[in-house]
C-alpha cells in the first residue's frame, strides 16, 4: 500500500462549485504540505502543517483553504472553484527533522471548467 | 531561499554518465542543497542532498564545490527509465529545515536508445 494516497486521482468540476482534495499519510509523520503544479512548471507550495494545530500559508494560498483533522490527513478545499485553479495537485509529508526529504501522493490532477 | 538555475533540458544515450549542473551563488551558510526526481503524472522523489564536497548513494553522486555556489548530481550509467525531470533546491536544511522547498523548472533529461 502507498504511504500516501490522494483522493479523488482525478476530477472535473464547474465554476463556483467547492472540492475538497483529501490526504492520507501513513508514514507516521507530523508534517504535511500541499502543492500545486502548472505545465511545465515545478510545484509551488500553497499550505503546509507542522502538526495538527499548526496551519501555514505557502506562496500561493488565496482561493484555498485547509484542514488538518488528525496527524494522518490533510484536506485541501477550494470554496469556489475557478478555472485558472486546473491543475496537477500534490500532497506530501515528512519528518520533523527531514524536511528536506518529502514523500509526494501520486496527485489529484483537477480541471476546473 | 536561495535562487537555483540549472539547464532547461538535457539528451544523453543509455550507459552514459549524466552530469547535471546546478548554480545557486546566493547560498546561505545554513543552505543544503537537495534534488528530486520527477515522472510524468507523479510526485517528485527525493534523490540526494549534501551540504558541501561529495555526497554518494545507491542511485547518484552530488559533487559540490568548497564554494558551494553550484553543484553537480551526477547519474552514473543511465538507463531509458532515468527519463524525467530532475530540479535542484536549495534551503535552510538539517536541524535549520523549515520543509519549505521551492521548486524551479527543473532539467528535462531524456535518455535515448
Known amino acids: 500500500d502507498a504511504d500516501v494516497t490522494q483522493t479523488p486521482r482525478n476530477r472535473i468540476t464547474k465554476t463556483g462549485k467547492r472540492i475538497m482534495l483529501e490526504c492520507s499519510q501513513t508514514k507516521g509523520h507530523d508534517r504535511m504540505y500541499w502543492y500545486r503544479q502548472d505545465p511545465g512548471l515545478g510545484l509551488r507550495l500553497i499550505y503546509y502543517?507542522?502538526?495538527?494545530?499548526?496551519?501555514n500559508k505557502g506562496e500561493i494560498s488565496d482561493g484555498y483553504s485547509v484542514s488538518r483533522q488528525a496527524q494522518a490527513k490533510f484536506s485541501l478545499s477550494l470554496e469556489s472553484a475557478i478555472p485558472n485553479q486546473t491543475a496537477l495537485y500534490f500532497c506530501?509529508?515528512?519528518?520533523?527533522?527531514?524536511?528536506?526529504?518529502?514523500?509526494f501522493g501520486p496527485g489529484t490532477r483537477l480541471t476546473v471548467t | 531561499l536561495a535562487k537555483t538555475t540549472q539547464p532547461i533540458s538535457m539528451d544523453s544515450y543509455e550507459g552514459q554518465e549524466v552530469n547535471i549542473t546546478c548554480s545557486h551563488n546566493?547560498?546561505?551558510?545554513?543552505?543544503?542543497i537537495t534534488w528530486y526526481q520527477q515522472f510524468p503524472s507523479q510526485g517528485p522523489r527525493f534523490i540526494i542532498q549534501g551540504y558541501k564536497t561529495k555526497v554518494t548513494n545507491e542511485v547518484a553522486s552530488l559533487f559540490i564545490p568548497a564554494d558551494r555556489k553550484s553543484s553537480t548530481l551526477s547519474l552514473p550509467r543511465v538507463s531509458l527509465s532515468d527519463t524525467a525531470v530532475y530540479y535542484c533546491?536549495?534551503?535552510?536544511?538539517?536541524?535549520?529545515?523549515?520543509?519549505?522547498?521551492?521548486f524551479g523548472q527543473g532539467t528535462t533529461l531524456q535518455v535515448k536508445p
Open positions: 533546491l536549495v534551503g535552510p536544511g538539517g536541524s535549520s529545515n523549515t520543509g519549505k522547498l521551492i
Open positions: 546566493n547560498i546561505a551558510t545554513n543552505d543544503y
Open positions: 502543517s507542522f502538526d495538527v494545530k499548526d496551519i
Open positions: 506530501a509529508t515528512s519528518a520533523r527533522t527531514g524536511g528536506d526529504e518529502q514523500y
